[in-house]
């Protein structure tokens, strides 16, 4: 079973920097898309970023330049450097990660989600 495990949260004053790091632990396990979805107080979780296993990237809009996601396909793990931070950026950050199936089927899987705490 896949398990995808988050460290890197914590709380840090307005334009500093924190590094989430997403760990997808079954060896066997080769993802196609990796990512990071966030659930600011009172809204839906969105998305943060995503990256495939080619390398492309998507950020939500106003994301990037503040935000880098980069992943280590050879640790099967991603990571996302975030910069500049701002309260609103305050939110339980998720990784997600799927892959595709032996019957062809893109299953997914997500973290349990780590606390980020930007104070002004």
């Known amino acids: 079973q896949v398990q995808l495990v988050e460290s890197g949260g914590g709380s840090v004053q307005a334009g500093g920097s924190l590094r989430l790091s997403c760990l997808a632990s079954?060896?066997?396990?080769?993802?196609?898309?990796m990512g990071w979805y966030r659930r600011c107080p009172g809204k839906q979780r969105e998305l943060v970023a995503d990256?495939?296993?080619?390398?492309?990237?998507t950020y939500a809009y106003g994301m990037k330049g503040r935000f880098t996601i980069f992943r280590d396909n050879a640790k099967n793990t991603v990571f996302l450097q975030m910069n500049s931070l701002k309260p609103e950026d305050t939110a339980v950050y998720y990784c997600?990660?799927?892959?595709?199936?032996?019957?062809?089927?893109?299953?997914?899987?997500w973290g349990p989600g780590t606390q980020v705490n930007v104070s002004s």
């Open positions: 990256v495939h296993s080619s390398g492309s990237e």
């Open positions: 079954a060896s066997t396990f080769i993802p196609n898309t």
């Open positions: 997600y990660a799927d892959h595709f199936d032996e019957h062809g089927y893109l299953v997914h899987f």
